[in-house]
């Protein structure tokens, strides 16, 4: 969802990458926090249900050694309840 210019995800949402070559075949899927050095391989979809935001990176490897362009998300995790009102009105032909 977005609002206020700032992509939100709720906590029971499941990030997964997906990759594809049509060519030499895909090898690997690498991620890493944003702005970090050292990538990650990635093995399984990531629970967002212990974040309150992610800032990700993610990159695609075919088997001949290509490297895809870099795809960033970044999403906060929306863990504000609603807020909840009863209100009673009284009917206008009572006293």
């Given at each position: 969802?977005?609002k206020e210019n700032q992509?939100?995800?709720?906590?029971?949402?499941?990030?997964?990458?997906?990759?594809?070559?049509?060519?030499?075949?895909?090898?690997?899927?690498?991620?890493?926090?944003?702005?970090?050095?050292?990538?990650?391989?990635?093995?399984?979809?990531?629970?967002?249900?212990?974040?309150?935001?992610?800032?990700?990176?993610?990159?695609?490897?075919?088997?001949?050694?290509?490297?895809?362009?870099?795809?960033?998300?970044?999403?906060?995790?929306?863990?504000?309840?609603?807020?909840?009102?009863?209100?009673?009105?009284?009917?206008?032909?009572?006293?």
């Open positions: 969802i977005e992509s939100l995800c709720t906590p029971k949402s499941i990030l997964s990458f997906d990759g594809k070559d049509n060519e030499s075949g895909l090898d690997k899927i690498l991620f890493r926090k944003k702005g970090a050095v050292d990538w990650v391989n990635y093995e399984k979809p990531i629970s967002l249900s212990d974040k309150t935001e992610i800032s990700l990176e993610a990159v695609s490897v075919d088997l001949s050694g290509n490297t895809s362009d870099v795809l960033s998300i970044e999403c906060k995790i929306d863990n504000d309840p609603p807020k909840t009102e009863i209100q009673i009105t009284k009917p206008e032909n009572s006293k």
